[in-house]
């Protein structure tokens, strides 16, 4: 959606690369810190997480006001 490397989003959270890489992978679950993080990086450049409504959580890009 936003087209950043793993890189970028490592930076934009202020994170580890391998902690990116690793949470992509399935190997590890982020330290609750780490995946504030990036869930707090990811909604800055305008992401938006669709909570469960009874169809799946989800994401979408927030939309212009």
Do not use: C, Y
């Amino acid at each position: 959606m936003l087209g950043w490397s793993q890189a970028e989003l490592a930076e934009a959270a202020s994170v580890s690369r391998a902690t990116v890489v690793d949470f992509e992978r399935g190997l590890r679950i982020p330290h609750r810190n780490n995946l504030g993080a990036i869930r707090e990086a990811l909604e800055a450049a305008g992401i938006e997480f669709i909570p469960e409504n009874g169809r799946g959580a989800g994401v979408r890009l927030a939309k212009q006001q």
